[in-house]
């Protein structure tokens, strides 16, 4: 069982480039999140989903956009990469209910230069 | 205000030591709570859930006061392996899950 994948692991980016985080989960979650990690600070909400063809903006949405067109899948989308966007991005996915667990990817550490 | 806000730490505690982090939340309507832990350039894993009645798993209890909008994390007999950020998580009534900043706690032998 893979969990929450996130590809890819690592990447570099100029200024103005564009690129698109992938993020599956194989645990049939109707919940799935989009979140970054600035060096020695918590984690800050990007978009997520509460099912296919449903997004909502987080904290942090400037700079990016999503899509949910399948239950397992939620692309970040990066159109015009800023210095600013360096960070971790981390992908989690939760099956729903009150009291319920969020499983994580492994993280994306990005770069802009 | 921020969301979620928790003790800046960092903690540096010797083993066996006996450690509380606190959490405040802004919005009264959230309806779920949860510590989660971060070990360094991993992703964050939940600890545990917190309930209304409050919560002991081994060494570790949770507490929530929902009138104050405070919830607590206390860590007895700590352990070198406790070395971590842990995350105070909040999540509002459309699952909307904000986390905190984190406290950093290093245990020393």
């Known amino acids: 069982n893979a969990g929450v994948t996130q590809t890819p692991k690592f990447r570099i980016l100029k200024i103005g480039q564009s690129m698109t985080l992938q993020c599956a989960q194989d645990?049939?979650?109707?919940?799935m999140y989009w979140y970054r990690q600035d060096p020695g600070m918590g984690l800050k909400l990007i978009y997520y989903s509460v099912g296919a063809g449903i997004t909502d903006k987080g904290e942090v949405p400037n700079g990016y956009n999503v899509s949910r067109s399948t239950t397992e899948d939620f692309p970040l989308r990066l159109e015009l990469a800023a210095p600013s966007q360096t960070s971790v991005y981390f992908c989690?996915?939760?099956?729903?209910?009150?009291?319920?667990?969020?499983?994580f990817g492994q993280g994306t550490r990005l770069t802009v230069v | 205000r921020k969301e979620v806000e928790q003790d800046p730490g960092p903690f540096n505690v010797p083993e066996g030591a006996t450690v509380a982090f606190n959490c405040t939340y802004s919005n009264s309507a959230s309806q779920s709570f949860f510590w989660y832990r971060q070990d360094c350039r991993k992703e964050p894993k939940l600890l545990m859930s917190?309930?209304?009645s409050g919560n002991e798993d081994g060494r570790f209890t949770a507490q929530l006061n929902r009138a104050s909008q405070y919830i607590s994390l206390l860590i007895r007999d700590s352990k070198l392996s406790d070395s971590a950020t842990y995350l105070c998580v909040v999540n509002k009534n459309n699952n909307d899950m904000r986390f905190g900043a984190g406290t950093r706690l290093t245990v020393k032998p």
């Open positions: 645990m049939n979650h109707n919940y």
């Open positions: 989690a996915s939760m099956g729903g209910g009150v009291i319920t667990e969020a499983f």
């Open positions: 917190v309930y209304s």
